[in-house]
């Protein structure tokens, strides 16, 4: 079946660092890709999606390219600030079927410090 | 603009009671809606989806059913509570299937 493996958390860098987060996802099918973030005690907020391949998504400094070849969706950010600590989402939307299934990856933990 | 409510903001339940978790959406007609489950410290699990009122289609069960009875009203429930069903309950909404996501504020359930 469908699913997303991402960077396993938590993660922690200094202010000004630059992030990556892996993610890898499997598939038959032609999924859109999403990168959502989620503060505590809140419900996940959209960072982007991307529905083709080859194509990147960017939104507050962060950004990821839909790799079709090497089934990958890493979020990147140049430097982060502390206000991104937060836990990020991968996610993969099976529109393929008949079934309207968002599979989510483990989510990664980030922690900057000040 | 559209806004997404849910209710109660928690719960605390003892094992083997009822249970009703309620999710308003205003400004958009005809969403579609979703129920999705977070264990504490863990990733989202998608449990039920509606694209029309009256039509719900489970995911995973979980010993948990939904129901859409108005347009903008989903409801998530249970007879029997088991510890299991402790967690982060969130619902959600898109405008087709294709779409982002939009998330509501969530339910917290602790069982006890």
């Known amino acids: 079946g469908d699913s997303v493996t991402q960077t396993e958390g938590p993660v922690t860098l200094s202010e000004g660092t630059s992030l990556t987060v892996n993610c890898s996802y499997e598939t038959k099918q032609y999924p859109t890709l999403f990168w959502y973030v989620q503060y505590p005690g809140e419900g996940p907020q959209l960072l982007f999606k991307v529905p083709k391949a080859n194509e990147k998504g960017s939104n507050r400094g962060f950004e990821a390219t839909y790799n079709k070849e090497a089934t990958s969706f890493h979020l990147q950010k140049a430097s982060v600030q502390e206000s991104d600590s937060a836990v990020y989402y991968c996610a993969l939307g099976d529109h393929d079927t008949n079934a309207y299934k968002v599979i989510f990856g483990k989510g990664t933990h980030l922690h900057v410090l000040p | 603009a559209q806004t997404i409510h849910q209710w109660p903001v928690a719960e605390i339940k003892a094992v083997g009671s009822p249970l009703s978790l309620g999710c308003t959406i205003k400004g958009k007609s005809s969403p579609n809606l979703y129920w999705y489950w977070q264990a504490t410290g863990g990733t989202l699990q998608q449990l039920f989806y509606s694209i029309t009122v009256g039509q719900v289609e489970s995911v995973v069960q979980l010993n948990l059913s939904a129901s859409r009875p108005k347009d903008d009203q989903f409801i998530l429930s249970t007879e029997k509570l088991l510890l299991s069903h402790s967690g982060f309950y969130l619902c959600?909404?898109?405008?087709?299937?294709?779409?982002?996501?939009?998330f509501g504020p969530g339910t917290r359930l602790t069982v006890l």
């Open positions: 959600a909404w898109s405008l087709d299937r294709e779409a982002e996501q939009f």
